[in-house]
C-alpha cells in the first residue's frame, strides 16, 4: 500500500471483510422482507440479545458488525442503539402511565 493510501485509508477491503458484509446485507434484507427469518439465518449474522422488541416483543439480535451496534427482531424491526434505548424509554412510559391508570 502507498503511503498516500495509508493516508486516506483503502478503499478496497481484503477480501474476508468484503464477503462478510455481502452476506451480512444478503440476510439483512431477508430481515427487510417482511419474511419470518429462520433461527439458523439469524445467527450468521447476530446473536441473540437479553433485550426484547420495544414494538414486538420478541427477542432482539445484535448484529456482528464492528462499525456500529444494531438490532434487529426476528420480524424485521430494526434499530441502532440510539433509537433502541430511546423506544425501550419510551416503552417503559407507556408502561408505567398505564400501570398508573389501572389501564
Ligand atoms: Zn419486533
Redesign the pocket.
Known amino acids: 500500500m502507498t503511503a498516500a493510501a495509508q493516508q486516506i485509508g483503502d478503499p478496497d477491503p481484503p477480501p474476508d471483510t468484503a464477503n462478510s458484509a455481502i452476506r451480512l446485507f444478503e440476510v439483512e434484507n431477508e430481515f427487510a422482507d417482511d419474511t419470518l427469518v429462520p433461527q439458523r439465518r439469524i445467527g450468521e449474522i447476530a446473536t441473540a440479545s437479553a433485550l426484547t422488541?420495544p414494538?414486538?416483543?420478541?427477542v432482539l439480535y445484535k448484529i456482528k458488525d464492528d462499525r456500529a451496534p444494531r438490532f434487529r427482531?426476528?420480524?424485521?424491526?430494526a434499530f441502532s442503539a440510539k433509537t433502541l434505548l430511546q423506544d425501550l424509554a419510551a416503552a417503559r412510559e407507556d408502561a408505567l402511565v398505564g400501570g398508573a391508570r389501572g389501564t
Open positions: 422488541c414494538e414486538c416483543h420478541a427482531c426476528q420480524l424485521g424491526h
